[in-house]
């Protein structure tokens, strides 16, 4: 079974600041991680995901996330936020083995509310 | 978007009737996935299918049934809702890729009085 727990269920920050959102999975196995994004009343959009190979990846509106596998971690950061980065984010795990029988399914966090103020 | 529809987007009902929800998909992929949001909890998996009458539960199936009797189409039912069901509802496909990610639909509000 796998589990994910996002540390902080609220983060409230000054536009402009940097922010990291932080999250720690748990598998026995190897995983693809994801971020998602859920701005007011709307569904959840991809914003990057760790598949294989650099540890750091990148989302075209200036998010990062790093893949630590000895701490288990997949922390997300942005250097300097906007007003129109006030959303849910979630953190996710799945099973990357190709051969196996998760079938693709997602566990997720208990979610992240970044507010940015003006 | 991955031409995910879902229906209704709103629905309230009372404690005791049948819900069915709708995802429908324009794209013939093969994995589709029902979650439920709550505050708190983030998403959890309902049901999933990995094709035409292929499906299984997930994390919190009690209390719901699903069927895939076309490629497109995959039903959420709920026998007989509870207040407990109250919750936002999100149909997710996945794409036949190694990409790996799932995309949603825009969500359905459920309210069980």
């Known amino acids: 079974a796998q589990s994910v727990t996002q540390l902080d269920s609220q983060v409230p920050v000054f536009e402009e600041a940097p922010v990291e959102l932080r999250c720690n999975y748990s598998s026995s196995v190897s995983v693809y991680l994801f971020w998602y994004v859920q701005y007011p009343n709307q569904g959840l959009q991809l914003l990057l995901k760790?598949?294989?190979?650099?540890?750091l990846v990148e989302s075209i509106n200036g998010f990062e996330a790093e893949f630590n596998k000895s701490q288990t971690s997949f922390h997300l950061r942005k250097p300097s936020v906007h007003i129109s980065d006030t959303a849910e984010y979630f953190c996710a795990v799945s099973d990357s083995n190709a051969g196996g029988t998760s079938y693709g399914k997602l566990t997720f966090g208990q979610g992240t509310i970044l507010t940015v103020h003006p | 978007d991955a031409g995910i529809t879902q229906s209704p987007r709103h629905k309230v009902t009372e404690t005791g009737t049948p819900v069915t929800l709708r995802c429908h998909q324009t794209?013939?992929?093969?994995?589709m996935y029902w979650y439920r949001q709550d505050p708190g909890h983030g998403l959890r998996l309902i049901h999933y299918?990995?094709?035409?009458?292929?499906?299984d539960k997930g994390e919190v199936s009690d209390g719901y049934s699903v069927s895939r009797s076309k490629t497109e189409d995959f039903l959420l039912t709920l026998e007989s809702a509870t207040s407990s069901q109250t919750s936002v509802y999100f149909c997710a496909i996945r794409l036949d890729s190694r990409g790996r990610e799932q995309f949603f639909g825009p969500g359905t509000r459920l309210t069980v009085l």
């Open positions: 760790y598949l294989s190979g650099s540890t």
């Open positions: 794209e013939n992929h093969r994995y």
């Open positions: 299918s990995y094709g035409v009458k292929d499906t």
